[in-house]
């Protein structure tokens, strides 16, 4: 081993400071990439994948609980939330995640509009909006962005939704 070593350290001292400093950065370099393709892609890679994953997830849950509305009894109409709609509608969006902005819509309706919204979430909440709070989902309005998220404008009632 230490034959190795003296031949490695005989060889340095034979380079020129300008060979050593072009060596040093080359093996630099060449860590840097070990690294970035032995570690950092693959990273990236599974965090795309588990978040594909995760949005494949919550839009077939949202699937299944309007399977499930389908298969159960009606219900009689539903009485107006205790607290308002507007209340219950924004607090059920921010236990969703959602960023939420309200407005009268023009059937004097309460309207909503989200900005930069993943569909799983979106679609999830409006599914617990129907089911689980007995609110029908009057218009919706979707338009992708380019990074693959949704702005949305929609009308949301307590009762029948009007024409």
């Known amino acids: 081993m ?7 350290e005989l060889w340095w001292s034979a380079r020129t400071l300008r060979e050593r400093r072009m ?4 093996a630099a ?5 070990i690294v970035w393709l ?10 795309a994948e588990a978040a594909e994953r995760a949005e494949a997830a919550a839009v077939a849950l949202a699937e299944v609980r309007a399977a499930v509305v389908l298969i159960t009894p009606s219900r009689p109409a539903a009485e107006p939330p205790a607290e308002g709609l507007e209340p219950l509608v924004r607090r059920t969006a921010d236990g969703a995640g959602l960023e939420l902005v309200t407005a009268m ?11 930069r919204v993943r569909s799983g979430p979106l ?15 009057c218009g919706l309005g979707v338009v992708k962005n380019a990074d693959a998220t949704l702005n949305v404008e929609g009308v949301i009632s307590a ?4 024409a």
């Open 38 to 47: 032995g570690l950092i892609r693959p990273v990236r890679v599974w965090k």
């Open 105 to 115: 819509s023009g059937s004097g309706q309460l309207g909503f509009q989200l900005s």
């Open 123 to 137: 679609f999830a909440w409006l599914s617990a909006l129907e089911t689980d709070h007995r609110l029908a989902v």
């Open 159 to 162: 009762e029948a939704c009007m």
């Open 23 to 26: 060596l040093m950065v080359m």
């Open 29 to 33: 370099l060449l860590l840097a990439t």
């Open 2 to 8: 230490n034959r190795i070593i003296g031949g490695l």
